[in-house]
């Protein structure tokens, strides 16, 4: 059983999330919060499995939801958050997945009228995987993120493998080990991967989150 705990600070939503993941007989939430505080203090009292969070709630109503999943990365590092948000702001993606993808989502609102779509979130970010709403990396790389438009059709099959294993959490001593390659051939394969995908004038950090971030949204 997932255990869930939902953040929301407007009550008719935060009702309706809980209606949408607890006609799943494998969630259930044990806890809800109307901020950031209460939401902190639910995962403490309740040590539940996934966090369910609004981006924006009180004290400040800006950043409240990735400031959630920061914090519960440093104290709960085996819990998952998936963060809901009415703005596809790149920014604020970077920021819920900085620190690494594994356990981390970060969806639209309007998903909350998909319920599969916010269900099967739920349970990847339990299961240690990631989420992200195809229209946040749209507009974070200013392309399509599925489909023969996508910039990832330009990479060959070893540059997808060696993505895959970036979007696995893997360095490159990993990943070299993982495809048995040497670690220089990896750099390669990474260099050319922000070459084709246009984010070779990226800081190396955001470039490596953006490459995967867009990986994760076609899958």
């Known amino acids: 059983m997932i255990r869930a705990v939902v953040c929301e600070d407007n009550l008719l939503v935060r009702e309706g999330i809980v209606t949408l993941i607890t006609t799943e007989p494998d969630i259930t939430v044990v806890a809800q919060a109307g901020g950031l505080d209460e939401a902190l203090a639910a995962v403490a009292e309740h040590d539940p499995d996934v966090v369910l969070t609004d981006i924006r709630m009180p004290p400040t109503h800006t950043d409240e939801g990735v400031r959630v999943a920061a914090a519960l990365r440093r104290s709960h590092p085996g819990l998952g958050v998936v963060v809901l948000s009415q703005y596809d702001d790149p920014d604020h993606a970077l920021r819920v997945f900085d620190g690494g993808v594994a356990r981390r989502g970060y969806l639209l609102k309007d998903s909350v009228a998909a319920p599969e779509q916010l269900v099967t979130a739920v349970?990847?970010?339990?299961?240690?995987?990631?989420?992200?709403?195809?229209?946040?990396?749209?507009?974070?790389?200013?392309?399509?993120?599925?489909?023969?438009?996508?910039?990832?059709?330009?990479?060959?099959?070893?540059?997808?493998?060696?993505?895959?294993?970036?979007?696995?959490?893997?360095?490159?001593?990993?990943?070299?080990?993982?495809?048995?390659?040497?670690?220089?051939?990896?750099?390669?394969?990474?260099?050319?991967?922000?070459?084709?995908?246009?984010?070779?004038?990226?800081?190396?950090?955001?470039?490596?989150?953006?490459?995967?971030?867009?990986?994760?949204?076609?899958?």
């Open 123 to 219: 349970r990847t970010v339990a299961a240690g995987g990631s989420t992200i709403d195809p229209l946040v990396v749209e507009a974070m790389l200013g392309a399509r993120a599925a489909g023969v438009d996508s910039p990832l059709a330009r990479l060959s099959p070893r540059e997808r493998e060696v993505l895959a294993e970036m979007a696995s959490g893997r360095n490159n001593g990993a990943i070299a080990a993982r495809l048995v390659l040497t670690v220089r051939a990896v750099e390669r394969h990474i260099n050319s991967i922000f070459a084709k995908l246009g984010l070779a004038e990226e800081e190396d950090y955001h470039r490596r989150v953006r490459a995967v971030l867009l990986f994760l949204a076609e899958r």
